[in-house]
């Protein structure tokens, strides 16, 4: 039973602790790639869902296709923006939450005692 014990706590303070603080690169990793944001960077000006005019022939058609065409990058533009600002807020909060878990970790056995405790004295 204390060689138990002794085994656990030299997991929880070493490896454990250890992977933990070693998941923040996947997690960030997986959050980036959910977001294709390496894909928004790249086609940050490229026409909205691939909406294009082709010109005509008259100087009309072609001003017309212009304005289209600048309208659909333009809307590109600015949700590919709001969406790399989402990703940002959502790599801050993996960030944040990653670096809280590190931080809190060592403090999580000596928990369960006292939420023992607490439990029996309310």
Same mark, same amino acid.
């Given at each position: 039973?204390? /060689?138990?014990v002794v085994s $656990? +706590?030299s997991?929880w303070? =070493? %490896? *454990?602790?250890?992977?933990v603080? &070693?998941? @923040?690169?996947?997690? $960030? ?5 959910? @977001?294709s944001? *390496?894909?928004?960077i ?6 909205w869902r691939?909406i294009?005019?082709? #010109? =005509? %022939?008259? !100087?009309? &058609? %072609?001003a017309?296709?212009?304005?289209d065409?600048v +309208?659909s990058?333009?809307? =590109? $533009?600015v949700v %590919?923006? $709001? ?6 807020i959502?790599?801050?909060?993996? *960030?944040?939450?990653? /670096?809280?878990?590190?931080?809190i970790? #060592?403090? !999580? #056995?000596?928990?369960i005692?006292?939420? +023992?405790i607490a439990g029996?004295?309310?």
């Amino acid at each position: 039973m204390i /060689m138990l014990v002794v085994s $656990f +706590f030299s997991w929880w303070y =070493g %490896r *454990g602790w250890r992977s933990v603080a &070693a998941s @923040f690169e996947p997690r $960030f990793q997986a959050v980036s790639y959910n @977001f294709s944001v *390496g894909t928004l960077i790249k086609t940050l000006f490229a026409p909205w869902r691939r909406i294009i005019t082709y #010109p =005509g %022939r008259s !100087l009309e &058609a %072609r001003a017309r296709a212009l304005a289209d065409n600048v +309208f659909s990058r333009a809307v =590109g $533009f600015v949700v %590919r923006i $709001f969406v790399l600002i989402a990703a940002v807020i959502a790599l801050t909060v993996v *960030g944040i939450l990653t /670096m809280l878990e590190v931080l809190i970790w #060592p403090l !999580l #056995p000596i928990a369960i005692p006292v939420c +023992f405790i607490a439990g029996l004295t309310l």
